[in-house]
């Protein structure tokens, strides 16, 4: 619109444009963070946002901003909003789109995207793609708003969707022309939309509550598994309440540690593998019986035969892979209040043949691992640098672990015991590689605790530039790079004796430190577990941004770490 004209306009009524029209639709629904990387055509969109009083985190690269919307939307139970730019950036940010869908999160990832009429007619546009079609089968919903006045209805409908039923992503395209449309203030207010009870309750049927405690009721060797979606509930107490109720042994799936601590009398963690092979009857609560649970069947289930309980907001998630005798389907808070309430005053705990089989098992296995953990050699191996940070996590229960890797990510699983819910955050359903720094960085701005990441050095890579937007937002990471030189190892060597190294090796004696140094942070360079104490408790104590080189032994990993089954093995090539 003429620039006159404009003028001439505001004379006489007030203006508003697709630009304000997006913060205040935000802002209505109560969000106010936005991870971005700036650009054609959102620049403004993001000044604006921050004059708006928003608080807009621009980062490095999209996939880590939209890492750390995902994780965002995980922990707040509101959808995490990552922002970019059209195709290359759009396209960086799906991978997280696609990550926080599988992984059940809440996220929106709103793109501004080249002119209609061009894409469609494939002219050859600046950054051209039909992007929505491109998002859709990669998220739980895909909206696209062509005029100003829709926009308040397309956030609305991007945040019920991220946040009703199974959480997970939503794209919401904006084509760039949407932003500049001028409409009148007044419409324009009336146009948003305050979404109602974004994830209303969802009460399972009494007749499902009923038959799972009947189920239950029958058990001699119980268990009850907690997953992500457990934590991501909010329903810590009840859920406490519902297991130390039932006397089962639970074991928490890698992001539910922490929902009851660690070492909670109960836990089954130390005890997995006879926990799955002996249980006849198992409760899952939140938790998918994906690959990380062996698909419900198998080797890791022994022979016992099992009956399966399962709470999950998802009807298809049940019989997805066995049959579900007493499916309850309903939001875990209510499910799981439901539970209790049915249980009467008088409920009868598990056989304590079970319960102690478990309990001794438990004990065992701690008191194998402790001595391990003590060690202090140099260069460290994972039980020992593992050891050090076990027991700054117990000192400082508040604060957050971020952790991938493989063997970094296993030994630290099994080894940091974990006290308060939600405080472990890794590379979920995917295993993915490169949620690390986004990861940590909302942790920090969205909970406000210091936060402890600890990374393979392969992983660190793929994410590793971030550490300048957490030096630039002064956040309280303390990075704690596990340096074995390596994917897996750091010792492979090249099978054809060539010059270039073997493909799972990086360069000799990294010093990840000094990119940290470079940016203003604190870096350190360790080789024992008492020198990676002292650095980090000193970065967990001064809340500075601190990258700790951790030197572990080179050849102390596995392939794959635990899930080394997984990868197929050359047999042809390792006759040769
Ligand atoms: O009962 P048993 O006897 O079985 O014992 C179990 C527990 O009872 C016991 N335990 C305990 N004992 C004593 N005390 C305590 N407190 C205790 N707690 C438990 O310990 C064992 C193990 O327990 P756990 O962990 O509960 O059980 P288990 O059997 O391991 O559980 C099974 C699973 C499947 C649930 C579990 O293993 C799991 O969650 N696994 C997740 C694995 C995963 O996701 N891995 C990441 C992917 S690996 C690979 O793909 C990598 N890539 C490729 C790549 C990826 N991923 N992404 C992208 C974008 N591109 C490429 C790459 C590049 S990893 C990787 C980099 C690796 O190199 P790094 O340098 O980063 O890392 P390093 O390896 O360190 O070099
Ligand atoms: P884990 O990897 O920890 O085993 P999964 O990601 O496999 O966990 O499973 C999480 C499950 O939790 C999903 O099936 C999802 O539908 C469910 N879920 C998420 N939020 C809720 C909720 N509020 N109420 C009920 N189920 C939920
Ligand atoms: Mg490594």
Redesign the pocket.
């Known amino acids: 619109m003429p620039e006159e004209l404009i003028e001439e306009m505001q004379e006489d009524v007030a203006l508003t444009d697709g630009f304000h029209l997006v913060i205040d639709a935000l802002q209505l629904n109560g969000i106010n963070t936005i991870y971005n990387v700036p650009g054609i055509p959102i620049t403004d969109l993001g000044r604006d946002m921050q004059a708006s009083g928003m608080r807009v985190l621009s980062f490095r690269h999209e996939q880590n901003a939209g890492y750390a919307a995902a994780i965002a939307g995980f922990l707040t139970k509101k959808p995490g909003i990552c922002l970019t730019v059209s195709a290359p950036g759009f396209l960086n940010g799906l991978t997280a789109l696609a990550h926080a869908t599988t992984n059940c999160f809440p996220m929106i990832l709103i793109s501004g995207s080249s002119e209609r009429e061009v894409v469609d007619l494939q002219q050859g546009d600046y950054e051209e793609m039909d992007q929505l079609a491109v998002a859709k089968p990669l998220c739980k919903a895909a909206y696209r708003v062509l005029h100003a006045e829709d926009i308040g209805i397309g956030v609305a409908r991007a945040i019920r969707a991220a946040v009703s039923g199974r959480p997970g992503g939503v794209y919401l395209d904006l084509p760039a022309k949407v932003f500049a449309q001028i409409m009148d203030a007044e419409a324009g207010e009336k146009s948003l939309v305050k979404v109602i009870d974004a994830a209303p309750r969802q009460l399972p049927a009494p007749e499902s509550i009923a038959r799972a405690l009947d189920v239950l009721k029958g058990a001699e060797r119980p268990l009850i598994i907690l997953g992500k979606g457990a934590a991501y509930a909010q329903a810590d107490d009840a859920i406490r309440a519902l297991v130390e109720k039932s006397g089962i042994p639970y074991l928490p ?2 992001m539910a540690k922490g929902l009851l601590p ?1 070492t909670h009398p109960q836990s089954a ?6 926990a799955l092979k002996g249980s006849d009857v198992v409760m899952l609560i939140g938790a998918r019986l994906n ?3 062996s698909h419900g069947k198998g080797q890791t289930w022994g022979d016992q035969p099992k009956k399966f309980v399962h709470i999950d907001i998802e009807p298809r998630e049940m019989d997805s892979n066995v049959e579900i005798v007493a499916p309850v389907v309903g939001d875990i808070g209510s499910c799981v209040q439901a539970m209790l309430d049915g249980m009467g005053k008088e409920w009868a705990v598990p056989p304590t043949e079970w319960t102690a089989e478990i309990k001794d098992k438990v004990d065992t ?2 008191a ?2 402790a001595p391990r953990l003590q060690n202090n050699n140099s260069p460290m191996d994972y039980h020992g640098a593992l050891g050090a940070l076990r027991t700054i996590i117990k000192e400082r229960p508040e604060a957050i672990l971020v952790n ?7 030994f630290t ?3 940091v ?1 974990m006290y308060q819910p939600r405080k472990r955050l890794d ?1 979920g359903t995917w ?4 949620v690390g720094m986004g990861t940590a960085i909302a942790a920090a701005v969205e909970m406000g605790k210091p936060v402890l990441a600890i ?6 890579g ?1 994410s590793g530039m971030e550490i300048e937007t957490i030096c630039r937002y002064n956040l309280p990471v303390c990075v704690v790079v ?1 340096n ?1 030189g ?4 750091g010792a492979g060597v090249n099978p054809s004796g060539g010059s270039d190294v073997a493909t799972t090796v990086f360069v000799k004696d990294a010093r990840y430190d000094k990119m940290m140094e470079a940016f203003g942070g604190v870096g350190a360079h360790v080789t024992s577990p008492d020198e990676l104490s002292q650095a980090v408790n000193a970065a967990m104590d001064s809340g500075k941004p601190t990258l700790v080189n951790a030197v ?1 032994d080179e050849k102390a ?1 596995t392939e ?4 080394g089954n997984l990868n197929p093995q050359s047999v042809l090539s390792k006759k040769k």
């Open positions: 799936m890698s660690d963690g130390a005890a997995r593998s006879l690959w990380l649970l296995n701690v194998r691992m991938e890797g493989a063997n970094t990510l296993d699983r099994s080894i015991d590379v295993g993915v590689m490169g990374e393979g050095d392969s992983a660190f793929f596990f074995n390596g994917i897996y190892q572990i990993g794959s770490g635990r899930i």
